[in-house]
């Protein structure tokens, strides 16, 4: 609950970074279920494709792997998971994201990759810098 992840492409280096109030289990199983409805109905024009997940894993054919999500970030304030899902969108390369994320001041984003080497995949977190295990989520 509460998280900021990463899912990988099992088969290109393509990510998809997204937050959740919810279990994190529940949330895959969302994305999952959006790439089949997309395989079985195909990628219509205005209509609203979940993320990008199902439109990278359509149009190249490509499998995303569910089973071990990355939790970059844990925080239960709303407002401040989506800013560290913008930072982290902001921050990867390779993304299939659709949109990304809260706005925030882009003047920022210098530092940040600045810094981005020191940080490992965990430290972006709330305040309090809890660790967190992945298999609560």
């Known amino acids: 609950k509460n998280v900021v992840y990463k899912v990988s492409c099992l088969d290109c280096n393509t990510l998809y970074i997204g937050e959740t109030k919810r279990k994190l289990r529940r949330r895959l199983q969302e994305h999952k279920n959006s790439c089949k409805t997309v395989r079985r109905k195909g990628i219509r024009k205005n209509v609203h494709h979940d993320t990008g997940i199902p439109c990278h894993a359509v149009s190249s054919g490509h499998t995303f792997d569910f089973a071990n999500p990355s939790v970059l970030a844990y925080e239960p304030n709303t407002k401040r998971r989506k800013i ?27 530092y940040l990759k ?5 940080w490992s ?15 609560d989520f």
């Open 84 to 110: 560290f899902e913008a930072l982290h969108i902001s921050l990867h390369n390779n993304l299939c994201n659709l949109n990304t994320g809260r706005y925030f001041d882009k003047n920022w984003l210098a």
């Open 121 to 135: 995949s965990e430290s972006l977190r709330s305040s309090d810098n809890l660790e967190v295990p992945t298999s």
């Open 114 to 118: 600045i810094f981005k080497s020191s």
